[in-house]
């Protein structure tokens, strides 16, 4: 149980386009699901919550208008990467929230690795 | 949230018992501590997560003191598929209703099991 699937695992795309990575938890509903950025060799850092059915909440320092993030759904949350540059080239990865008898645990996709060229 | 502090990195050989202890200070009443391990280019998998005392799955044992200051990763006879980094994360497990906290990674501990 708690799978958290990401699509696509791995995309290139040119500077200017913008991309899109789906993440979907499987076999829970998760009204929060989170958003990370990790650049090589170092931690993950929090990007956005993601809230299904409302705004997302961005973290400081985050573009809310270039990282356009939905959650239309208690499975799925979309994160848009408008305008790609070579900067917004890691590793994204997303969690959802579980709500289990008594403790929240997070559960984390696979991750996108997003090259922007 | 708590801030945690585990090592930066740590040694062991295949066949050991390898403990990996976190420091968490100011953790609140209502925290949990999870354990988190991660591969190179994966997300991070889901170890063990624990309030209090001990903890064991089939993977790990969770080792917490009383004064819950600190909590240690027990993974038994290690192999060389455990080299990984390890991340240890306080938080707040009991859903309020009111949102929720998107954690706040360390630099988590880079396991190397040799042979």
Redesign the interface.
Known sequence: G?V?S?HPSRVICKSGTSVKIECRSLDFQAT?M?W?RQFPKQ????M??S?EGSKA?Y?QGVEKDKFLINHASLTLSTLTVTSAHPEDSS?Y???A?D?GQ??????????T?LTVL | LAKTTQPISMDSYEGQEVNITCSHNNIATND?I?W?QQFP??????II?G?KTKVTNEVASLFIPADRKSSTLSLPRVSLSDTAVY?CLVG????SGG??????????THLIIQP
């Open positions: 708690a958290v990401q929060t989170f990370y931690s993950l850092m929090l956005a919550t809230n909440t973290e590793f990865i997303c969690s929230r709500r008594g403790a929240d645990t997070q559960y984390f996709g696979p991750g690795r | 949990y999870t988190y280019s994966q997300g991070p998998r889901f997560q309030y991340y707040d497990g009991a859903y949102g929720a906290d998107g954690l706040t990674f360390g630099k988590g």
